[in-house]
C-alpha cells in the first residue's frame, strides 16, 4: 500500500514566517506516523517519518521543507538545532 503524500500549506503562507534575513524557526516531530507540515499560531510544525538516527531526520525535514517551499534543498540550510525538535533553517533567495 503506497504511502499518503505529505500534507503542505501553501509557500506562501511558510515564507511569510521567516524574519527579515530569511530565517525560519521550525517544530519538528521525528519519528511520526504521517509526514505533513502545518501551521500553528505562528509556528511552523514539521512531522516526518524518520529517526533522529545519524541525521536522518534533519535530512527528512530539510526536503520537506524544501518541497513545500517550491525550492531544491540546496537553498535551506540548518543554521541551529541539529540534536533538538527546535530548529533553525536559513532560506537562501
Known amino acids: 500500500m503506497a504511502r499518503p503524500k505529505a500534507d503542505l500549506p501553501p509557500a506562501d503562507a511558510i515564507r511569510v514566517l521567516a524574519d527579515a534575513q530569511g530565517r525560519l524557526a521550525v517544530r519538528v516531530t521525528p519519528g511520526a506516523r504521517s509526514e505533513g507540515i502545518s501551521i500553528e499560531g505562528l509556528r511552523v510544525m514539521v512531522k516526518v517519518r ?13 526536503k520537506l521543507l524544501a518541497k513545500a517551499l517550491g525550492l531544491p534543498p540546496s537553498r535551506l ?3 541551529r538545532g541539529a540534536t533538538s525538535r527546535e530548529k533553525v533553517f536559513q532560506v537562501e533567495p
Open 50 to 62: 524518520a529517526v533522529p538516527d545519524g541525521g536522518a531526520a534533519n535530512d527528512a525535514v530539510l
Open 77 to 79: 540550510r540548518l543554521l
